[in-house]
């Protein structure tokens, strides 16, 4: 089972990152957001599909994980629930609420999402190891925490190409600095996760993925509204 999940979340990422180098199938045009010469241009609507449904995957993965963390763990679901827990995101300024993120810039939200995503990258991998030290904790939860490592690098890959499609259009200016260099944006404590347990880390991470999903949607809606805006 863990082996068919990672294997969906593979093809997926290869139709959404778009390498040019990349073919689906011999003699296939390559998948690409630009206009190269030989390339299936995906639209910017399908683009924004595509990140929104893999976001919706790893907020599910990251809920299913911390419902399991609580059983094996924390039966008394005192810790894990109690209040004023302090994430290492928590320097990153977000949008409170969905009428503050469909204020803000385009640019500022796009941003605010890939700094989310980046601050998530060594935490994740950290979590995985320590979860393949803990007897109790069964296997296929173990590759539940590795799949949430590899959707947010997968995830990222693809805000990325949003950005950047976004761009091309006109529709942001090229002032997102994340795509050049993501990390400097990083508040200089963002390494404060390693200063938390297990629990809160998980904690964290499905209200943050929550986060980039509904800001996903919103910019989704702000750019290309339909129906379900």
Same mark, same amino acid.
């Given at each position: ?8 979340? @593979? $093809?997926? #990422?290869? /139709? ?5 180098? =990349? ?85 500022? @939200? $796009?941003? #605010?999402? /890939? ?5 998530? =990258? ?108």
């Amino acid at each position: 089972m863990p082996g068919t999940i990672r294997s969906v979340s @593979l $093809t997926w #990422v290869v /139709l959404l990152v778009c390498l040019s180098s =990349r073919r689906t199938s011999v003699g296939a045009a390559p998948i690409c957001t630009n206009g190269q010469v030989g390339c299936h241009v995906l639209s910017l609507d399908n683009l924004f599909d595509r990140v929104i449904q893999h976001s919706a995957r790893m907020h599910s993965i990251s809920s299913d994980l911390h419902s399991e963390f609580e059983q094996y763990f924390l039966p008394s679901k005192n810790q894990i629930g109690r209040v004023g827990r302090i994430c290492h995101t928590s320097t990153i300024i977000t949008p409170n609420g969905k009428e503050n993120a469909q204020r803000m810039a385009r640019e500022q @939200l $796009t941003e #605010v999402i /890939l700094k989310l995503l980046i601050a998530w =990258r060594d935490p994740l991998w950290h979590f995985h190891q320590s979860m393949a030290h803990h007897h109790d904790f069964n296997n296929f939860s173990s590759n539940k925490a590795l799949e949430m490592n590899d959707m947010v690098h997968e995830l990222r890959q693809g805000v990325e190409k949003v950005a950047e499609k976004m761009q091309v259009l006109g529709i942001i200016s090229n002032s997102v600095t994340s795509l050049a260099s993501p990390e400097v944006l990083l508040p200089s404590d963002s390494a404060d996760w390693r200063l938390m347990k297990d629990y809160d880390l998980l904690y964290c991470f499905r209200r943050d993925s929550n986060k980039v999903q509904n800001y996903l949607k919103i910019l989704k809606c702000r750019i290309v509204p339909d129906h379900g805006c």
